[in-house]
């Protein structure tokens, strides 16, 4: 059964450090026609359930804990059954979002979530915050990034739990090692390319 990558947009806010932007969040369904995982859940808890079509989630894997990334996530989890699962480095900000509950899993760098005939595999990649992670998804060429890359380069390291050196050190370490030609699929925006995104990382490094 082919394998699926559906995208969905949701806009909200993100709020972090006492500051508040409009942003406009990737929401990405995998799967095939039975069964899916849904990465990151932001803003519009309905447009998401919907998306999935009464098919199994069989989880919830967050790329990490910003609100603008996990607001609707307990409420889709409730809705379609499935387990929320975080990196645990980044339990500090899901608790400014969920103070009184824990996230049904944690996820680590090597695990391999499994759904349809594929699998996706957690790649830490600290910088963005502490636990946050990429899924990859070799059987279709493809990564799941979150806000570590970006179509452009790194993602933002301004605010608090966030290092500049260290989203480096995870791009060039563990995202740009994957093929050049794998599609890179962002928490935010548009798609790009492993290999694009070599040469903007050689240029800022020049």
Not at 115 to 136: K, M, R, W
């Amino acid at each position: 059964m082919t394998v699926r990558i559906e995208n969905l947009v949701a806009s909200g806010t993100f709020s972090l450090d006492g500051g508040t932007w409009d942003v406009d969040n990737n929401v990405w369904i995998v799967g095939n026609d039975e069964e899916c995982v849904i990465i990151d859940s932001p803003h519009d808890a309905t447009a998401i359930i919907n998306q999935v079509r009464g098919r199994k989630v069989k989880a919830i894997l967050l790329t990490h804990a910003h609100n603008d990334h996990i607001g609707a996530a307990r409420e889709v989890a409730d809705a379609v059954g499935a387990p929320i699962v975080l990196n645990p480095e980044d339990l500090v900000l899901w608790k400014q979002v969920y103070p009184d509950y824990e996230p049904d899993r944690y996820h680590g760098d090597g695990d391999v979530f499994e759904v349809g005939e594929t699998a996706l595999l957690a790649i830490h990649t600290p910088g963005h915050s502490p636990g946050s992670t990429c899924f990859y998804l070799e059987s279709e060429g493809t990564v799941f990034t979150g806000d570590t890359l970006f179509n452009g380069g790194p993602g933002a390291t301004g605010r608090s739990y966030s290092d500049y050196p260290t989203i480096l050190a995870s791009i060039r370490e563990r995202l740009l090692v994957l093929p050049p030609e794998t599609v890179v699929r962002t928490g935010h925006g548009d798609n790009t390319t492993i290999g694009a995104e070599q040469e903007t990382l050689a240029r800022v490094s020049q």
